[in-house]
């Protein structure tokens, strides 16, 4: 059996492990698959030999019980008989064994070595000896061996495993035994030869080692557990004695004991590496209690220097604007230089406690200052802003009236001062919603202005000549003797508003005569253009004598005379419907708006039939095969 075992960890994982080397590999060494593969083959070559020579055994057995009840011993029996047969190993090679004399073999036996192999057998009453002329390298090696005849008998194959398990504890067979080595130690117990079948007897064997490692395997774990407590412990030693510390390496201490060729060292199973991680673990743990130990005293020092510039020396606090200069402070104070524990903290572990403590006080107390000064702010503020309106109440302002026309009046006021800088609404901004309350009392009464006019024009009593003068418009509001009118200033007293809603209400009407206009404008030329496309249609040819073509493209000739023009078209019964029209629009416009769109007709037809041929053409193109195309068909 090889040194090597199989083995996993935890993650499924396949590693090899050396029993005698304490090696580890995640490969098989290749000499040991070899190695395995011969002995694999040698061993079951044995095993068949083994089985031949007990049946041996038991033919003399038999022989000797013979002798025995005729009481006339015999000083020895030769018989001679050549009986080779044919085996088939497990990987497919072909041996030979004889029968009588237990050989095997791998070459096919001639005739004459039958007959001289079957002259050299002798067979006695306690030992069988077997000639070595011919015979191959595994049966010299066992079968010149003496082998007891007696065999033990169990009595179901459950005792014949007993036994032969037993056979191999009570002689300390481990993983380190080859199968090869069981036999050359045990074949001459009876407790071997229990099991029979030499098949059966190596399945038992590999059991046993099974069954041998996994108890191993949980008293290995205690062993392992045992080997590190030592190693603890001569660890606890090293430091007991000062010679190691947080920060030692792990090079150092196994030169240590190297030097010291201290046994528990020298004699440990466990690899250089599981050492390091032992000795690693115990000086994190010392690390650990280090970090503890320095932690705790900064947490008292911090502690101390808290209490101590919050309320022994806070003015160390309140004379310092800043970080740096606190600091400055703080170290040149000779009560904080004589605190032995003040001496364990840093510059990092003093600024930790001034952003945590110091910091938020002195923020909290900012606050509080502005938030008083911002509810005082917040009175001035407020009066400035009361004063301020007080002011504007006594100046003439109405919708129209901007900030510069009573600007020089407030000036150099104490209430327009006062204002001016402070949080809230700006002077300007309240002079504006004065404004603007003046506009909307304005545009409500301008509201009823507007629906007494549209009364007006209801009634039949409403003219356009009403917007001539503001006179004559508020003449006819007030002979208008609406109700609505009644809180409306028409005598213009008290203010002017009725002078602003009249320029509104013009200028309203005057941009509705416009809009009126424009619509009106355009409701004519599109009559204009629709009759002069009427005539295209009807007429294509009616003004060829004034239209010209220039390549793709339809103008009118430089030459000509409208009214020539006016007097042809005009005795056409479709320009009656245009008539009415000349009123308000020349004649020679009427005519020249007809003459431009009759030739933009000409053209948008001009263009679809061009685009139309051209259409045709590139189908006429695509169709067409080329011949390049002819011959390559």
Same mark, same amino acid.
């Given at each position: 059996?090889?040194?090597?075992?199989?083995?996993?960890?935890?993650?499924?994982?396949?590693?090899?492990?050396?029993?005698?080397?304490?090696?580890?590999?995640?490969?098989?060494?290749?000499?040991?698959?070899?190695?395995?593969?011969?002995?694999?083959?040698?061993?079951?070559?044995?095993?068949?030999? #083994?089985?031949?020579?007990?049946?041996?055994?038991?033919?003399?057995?038999? !022989?000797?019980?013979?002798?025995?009840?005729?009481?006339?011993?015999?000083?020895?029996?030769?018989?001679?008989?050549?009986?080779?047969?044919?085996?088939?190993?497990?990987?497919?090679?072909?041996?030979?064994?004889?029968?009588?004399?237990?050989?095997?073999?791998?070459?096919?036996?001639?005739?004459?070595?039958?007959?001289?192999?079957?002259?050299?057998?002798?067979?006695? &009453?306690?030992?069988?000896?077997?000639?070595?002329?011919?015979?191959?390298?595994?049966?010299?090696?066992?079968?010149?061996?003496?082998?007891?005849?007696?065999?033990?008998?169990?009595?179901?194959?459950?005792?014949?495993?007993?036994?032969?398990?037993?056979?191999?504890?009570?002689? %300390?067979?481990?993983?380190?035994?080859?199968?090869?080595?069981?036999?050359?130690?045990?074949?001459?117990?009876?407790?071997?030869?229990?099991?029979?079948?030499?098949?059966?007897? =190596?399945?038992?064997?590999?059991?046993?080692?099974?069954?041998?490692?996994?108890?191993?395997?949980?008293?290995?774990?205690?062993? &392992?557990?045992?080997?590190?407590?030592?190693?603890?412990?001569?660890?606890?030693?090293?430091? %007991?004695?000062?010679?190691?510390?947080?920060?030692?390496?792990?090079? =150092?201490?196994?030169?240590?004991?190297?030097?010291?060729?201290?046994?528990?060292?020298?004699?440990? &199973?466990?690899?250089?590496?599981?050492?390091?991680?032992?000795?690693?673990?115990?000086?994190?743990?010392?690390?650990?209690?280090?970090?503890?130990?320095?932690?705790?005293?900064?947490?008292?020092?911090?502690?101390?220097?808290?209490?101590?510039?919050?309320?022994?020396?806070?003015?160390?606090?309140?004379?310092?604007?800043?970080?740096?200069?606190?600091?400055?402070?703080?170290?040149?104070?000779?009560?904080?230089?004589?605190?032995?524990?003040?001496?364990?903290?840093?510059?990092?572990?003093?600024?930790?406690?001034?952003? !945590?403590?110091?910091?938020?006080?002195?923020?909290?107390?900012?606050?509080?200052?502005?938030?008083?000064?911002?509810?005082?702010?917040?009175?001035?503020?407020?009066?400035?802003?009361?004063?301020?309106? =007080?002011?504007?109440?006594?100046?003439?302002?109405?919708?129209?009236?901007?900030?510069?026309?009573?600007?020089?009046?407030?000036?150099?006021?104490?209430?327009?001062?006062?204002?001016?800088?402070? %949080?809230?609404?700006?002077?300007?901004?309240?002079?504006?919603?004065?404004?603007?309350?003046?506009?909307?009392?304005?545009?409500?009464?301008?509201?009823?202005?507007?629906?007494?006019?549209?009364?007006?024009?209801?009634?039949?009593?409403?003219?356009?000549?009403?917007?001539?003068?503001?006179?004559?418009?508020?003449?006819?509001?007030?002979?208008?003797?609406?109700?609505?009118?009644?809180?409306?200033?028409?005598?213009?007293?008290?203010?002017?508003?009725?002078?602003?809603?009249?320029?509104?209400?013009?200028?309203?009407?005057?941009?509705?005569?416009?809009?009126?206009?424009?619509?009106?404008?355009?409701?004519?030329?599109?009559?204009?253009?629709?009759?002069?496309?009427?005539?295209?249609?009807?007429?294509?040819?009616?003004?060829?004598?004034?239209?010209?073509?220039?390549? %793709?493209?339809?103008?009118?000739?430089?030459?000509?005379?409208?009214?020539?023009?006016?007097?042809?078209?005009?005795?056409?019964?479709?320009?009656?419907?245009?008539?009415?029209?000349?009123? =308000?629009?020349?004649?020679?416009?009427?005519?020249?708006?007809?003459?431009?769109?009759?030739?933009?007709?000409?053209?948008?037809?001009?263009?679809?039939?061009?685009?139309?041929?051209?259409?045709? #053409?590139?189908?006429?193109?695509?169709?067409?095969?080329?011949?390049?195309?002819?011959?390559?068909?």
């Amino acid at each position: 059996m090889s040194d090597w075992e199989e083995l996993r960890t935890d993650s499924g994982e396949v590693y090899y492990y050396n029993y005698k080397t304490n090696e580890t590999s995640w490969t098989l060494p290749e000499d040991t698959r070899k190695k395995e593969k011969l002995q694999k083959l040698k061993e079951e070559s044995i095993a068949q030999t #083994s089985e031949s020579n007990t049946e041996q055994s038991k033919e003399d057995d038999d !022989k000797i019980e013979e002798d025995e009840k005729k009481e006339e011993p015999k000083e020895s029996t030769s018989e001679t008989k050549s009986n080779w047969t044919e085996y088939t190993t497990d990987d497919g090679k072909i041996y030979y064994y004889n029968e009588v004399t237990g050989e095997t073999t791998w070459e096919k036996p001639t005739e004459d070595d039958e007959s001289r192999l079957g002259t050299s057998v002798t067979i006695t &009453m306690t030992t069988t000896t077997v000639s070595d002329v011919n015979l191959g390298e595994l049966d010299k090696e066992f079968f010149n061996k003496p082998v007891m005849m007696e065999t033990t008998s169990p009595e179901s194959e459950s005792n014949a495993t007993e036994l032969f398990t037993k056979m191999l504890a009570d002689n %300390n067979v481990d993983s380190t035994w080859s199968f090869q080595k069981v036999m050359e130690q045990f074949i001459d117990k009876p407790e071997y030869w229990a099991i029979g079948n030499p098949i059966e007897r =190596k399945k038992c064997y590999e059991d046993y080692l099974v069954s041998k490692f996994q108890s191993e395997l949980s008293n290995k774990s205690l062993l &392992m557990e045992k080997l590190k407590n030592n190693i603890h412990d001569e660890i606890k030693k090293l430091e %007991n004695q000062g010679r190691i510390n947080y920060n030692t390496r792990w090079i =150092k201490v196994r030169k240590l004991w190297i030097d010291e060729d201290n046994p528990i060292f020298k004699h440990s &199973m466990l690899s250089d590496s599981e050492l390091a991680a032992i000795f690693y673990e115990y000086t994190d743990r010392l690390k650990q209690e280090h970090d503890q130990e320095i932690q705790e005293k900064k947490n008292k020092a911090l502690s101390e220097l808290s209490i101590y510039l919050k309320t022994v020396n806070s003015t160390l606090v309140e004379k310092s604007n800043t970080w740096e200069s606190l600091y400055e402070n703080l170290i040149n104070d000779h009560r904080f230089q004589s605190n032995k524990n003040f001496q364990n903290l840093n510059k990092l572990d003093i600024l930790k406690l001034y952003e !945590k403590e110091i910091f938020p006080r002195i923020i909290e107390d900012l606050k509080s200052q502005r938030e008083t000064l911002e509810k005082s702010n917040y009175r001035n503020d407020r009066k400035a802003r009361d004063n301020f309106k =007080k002011l504007l109440l006594t100046l003439k302002i109405d919708a129209s009236t901007q900030f510069e026309d009573v600007f020089e009046e407030i000036e150099n006021n104490d209430a327009f001062i006062e204002l001016c800088g402070r %949080n809230g609404s700006s002077p300007l901004e309240l002079f504006w919603d004065i404004v603007d309350e003046k506009r909307q009392i304005l545009k409500v009464k301008q509201d009823l202005v507007e629906s007494v006019v549209l009364e007006m024009k209801k009634q039949g009593s409403y003219s356009e000549s009403l917007w001539e003068s503001e006179e004559v418009f508020i003449d006819a509001l007030k002979s208008s003797n609406d109700d609505r009118l009644s809180k409306i200033d028409l005598e213009k007293k008290d203010s002017d508003e009725i002078t602003i809603i009249f320029k509104q209400l013009k200028k309203e009407f005057e941009l509705a005569k416009q809009r009126e206009k424009l619509e009106h404008e355009k409701e004519v030329t599109d009559h204009i253009n629709n009759i002069a496309q009427l005539l295209y249609q009807k007429k294509p040819d009616f003004w060829d004598n004034i239209i010209r073509s220039e390549g %793709n493209r339809y103008s009118v000739s430089r030459r000509i005379n409208f009214e020539d023009e006016y007097k042809r078209v005009s005795e056409l019964p479709e320009y009656k419907q245009l008539v009415e029209y000349e009123q =308000k629009r020349p004649v020679t416009a009427i005519t020249k708006l007809m003459i431009d769109t009759f030739v933009n007709e000409h053209n948008r037809l001009s263009s679809r039939k061009r685009r139309s041929s051209n259409s045709e #053409s590139n189908s006429e193109k695509k169709s067409k095969p080329n011949a390049a195309s002819i011959l390559n068909y």
